[in-house]
């Protein structure tokens, strides 16, 4: 059992690495949201900064309240559909901090019995024309 | 034992479906390449694609021979030479199998006792002129 022990922990160890890894070398803003506390379990300093906050200061945070929807509704709940529809449309957001007009595009998963949104976030400039004009 | 090692799978699987998420809904291109068997451990579609091939042919695919160095000398080398670097330089290649002008970008990490290295893989188009210039 003992070896056991060591092998899962030498495993788990090498997925977080891999996973830290990424995340700090994406361009690309990314951050996850538990579904039950709508807390950010994981982001990097992109998102941060798309926020108008700094380096990890976005971790563990309520992720909602960063955020205005540009249509009216709840954000948690805008995010929740869009992650799970056939055809997911970009949220459209105004983040509070920088006045930025963003998108986020939002990937439900499980993890630990958990349901999580993996978000990527882009500002509006960045994004394709079409999708704005379907929403 | 049995709820440690219970935990250590949870904790394990989450990391795991972290990252493999991340790898997914990235639009840039990562492969993860072990030093010890110049093997790719971990990719994703965008990578495949931009070395000319489909969904994940490129996992466990001996890495460098899908180059040819831009500069003469050895792929491996010249990537794990700028991983290490005090102020890294992408590594400039072309894909034998779609012939298209790439930069490479690694970080090397450790993960189980093993030297990895994360590739951020970019066309050329979309690097910065400055970093060329100066290679």
Redesign the interface.
């Known amino acids: ?1 003992q070896i ?2 060591e092998q ?12 830290r ?3 700090e ?4 803003a ?1 951050a ?1 949201v538990s579904l039950r506390t709508g807390r950010v379990t ?1 982001s990097n300093t992109v998102a941060a900064s798309l926020l108008g906050m700094a380096g990890d200061d976005l971790q563990d945070a309520p992720f909602a309240p960063e955020f205005e929807l540009r249509k009216r509704g709840d954000v948690m709940e805008a995010l929740s559909a869009q992650a799970i529809a056939d055809r997911p449309m970009p949220v459209q957001v105004t983040s509070r901090k920088s006045g930025t007009h963003l998108r986020i ?1 939002p ?1 439900m ?5 958990e349901r ?1 949104l ?1 978000c ?1 976030i882009e500002p509006e400039e960045g994004g394709s024309i079409i999708a704005d004009s379907l929403s």
């Open positions: 059992a056991s022990l899962d922990f030498e495993t788990q160890r090498e997925s977080d690495a891999r996973f890894m990424i995340m070398r994406t361009n690309e990314f996850i994981d595009i990937t998963f499980r993890a630990s019995g999580l993996m990527r």
